[in-house]
């Protein structure tokens, strides 16, 4: 499946195929872009596919050094990125020249980012290897450093020239990992496509069993509705904060629980089911609504009830999020499946009141 990013002059294509690592030498040399290359991976992933890409490159005549950064949100600090500029230079990499991420969501940003900063700009892919990374963080452009009181801090928009996810990556994964991918597959279904949902509650089983053809579908699928957003808004200025849903909270309870606890789609997860709460607490959404989504949820194995949080950890957080406005954090809510809506004023009661339906009584 080839899903097209439209976007004038800044437009891509994402590939979803099993084995789609081993073209990215032909399909970045169709581009027409410089000679030279960085690949940007962790280790382990290198140790994994770091060989079929090199090689790929090597063969359609690519002159490519590798960086190795560590594993994880480590990966996305200043000192990481000062370091992959030097090995930029250190590899002679020009304006013409690609960089290339070789991994999940944290080397993604981190390539990406030093990709967009170095000489202000250079050609970049992105390789994804996790299911998080292939359905949500690859496209879309969004690149980014952490900061110590909150994550994605410091970024900037730089689209890539072309995304290759190669969905047997997914046999590799840790259960727990794999797992946490599904949470924003099912982030896709409930904010803006209700039969895209309907398939991913049917093939649950088989999604959770990493049967080939269901992953490669549900994955293509979730990458087509990222890309219809996208394509609508490009800098995340309005539609675009669909993408968050589950995040506004998720992103503050990772933070409260000090990015240990949980994983990114674990959060993301107990997110959703928080903003579900608190929709039908609002009255935006029927109680049906919000039980649909955390049966989905707890099928795929991710939480819906979480240990003891902070409440006012979790404000707090939510404070430092990048889509606050004077003090105010919007938050998206499912009024249905399939469709979201925007509450531009919610308040602290109404958010502990929330957090309190998902902590173990």
């Not at 195929?17 to 030498?25: C, H, N, T, Y």
């Not at 597959?185 to 649950?204: C, P, Q, T, W």
């Not at 409260?256 to 709460?277: K, P, Q, R």
């Amino acid at each position: 499946m080839i899903v097209s990013v439209q976007l004038g002059p800044r437009s891509y294509d994402i590939v979803v195929e099993r084995g789609a690592l081993g073209s990215v030498g032909a399909r970045l040399h169709a581009l027409r872009v410089g000679g030279r290359a960085l690949l940007v991976t962790d280790p382990g992933i290198g140790r994994l596919y770091g060989k079929t890409v090199l090689e790929s490159l090597a063969a359609a005549g690519f002159t490519t050094s590798v960086f190795e950064v560590p594993e994880g949100e480590a990966a996305k600090t200043p000192a990481v990125a000062a370091r992959g500029w030097d090995a930029c230079v250190e590899a002679g990499l020009d304006r013409s020249s690609t960089v290339l991420a070789l991994g999940g969501g944290a080397v993604g940003d981190l390539a990406g980012f030093v990709s967009a900063t170095y000489m202000r700009g250079t050609n970049f892919v992105q390789l994804p290897t996790t299911v998080l990374a292939q359905v949500d963080a690859s496209s879309g452009g969004k690149t980014a450093l952490d900061h110590p009181k909150g994550k994605n801090m410091i970024g900037a928009f730089h689209q890539p020239r072309l995304v290759l996810v190669d969905t047997a990556t997914a046999e590799t994964l840790p259960p727990r990992e794999y797992r946490s991918g599904l949470a924003e597959v099912v982030k896709h279904g409930i904010v803006l496509d209700a039969a895209y949902f309907d398939d991913v509650e049917a093939s649950a089983e088989a999604l959770l069993a990493r049967d080939p053809s269901t992953v490669e579908r549900v994955v293509g699928g979730s990458c087509r509705l990222k890309a219809s957003v996208v394509e609508r808004d490009e800098l995340e200025s309005a539609l675009r904060m669909v993408l968050n849903y589950g995040h506004t909270i998720g992103h503050a309870i990772e933070a409260a629980t000090g990015y240990a606890a949980l994983t990114h789609g674990e959060a993301v997860s107990l997110g959703m089911v928080a903003e579900a709460a608190l929709a039908v607490r609002l009255g935006i959404a029927s109680a049906q609504t919000r039980e649909r989504q955390e049966r989905l949820l707890a099928r795929l194995g991710l939480p819906i009830r979480m240990a003891a949080v902070d409440p006012a950890r979790v404000l707090e957080a939510m404070t430092r999020d990048k889509k606050a406005r004077n003090g105010q954090v919007p938050i998206v809510l499912a009024p249905e499946i399939g469709r979201f809506t925007i509450a531009e004023r919610v308040s602290p009661d109404d958010v502990r009141a929330a957090l309190a339906e998902i902590v173990d009584q």
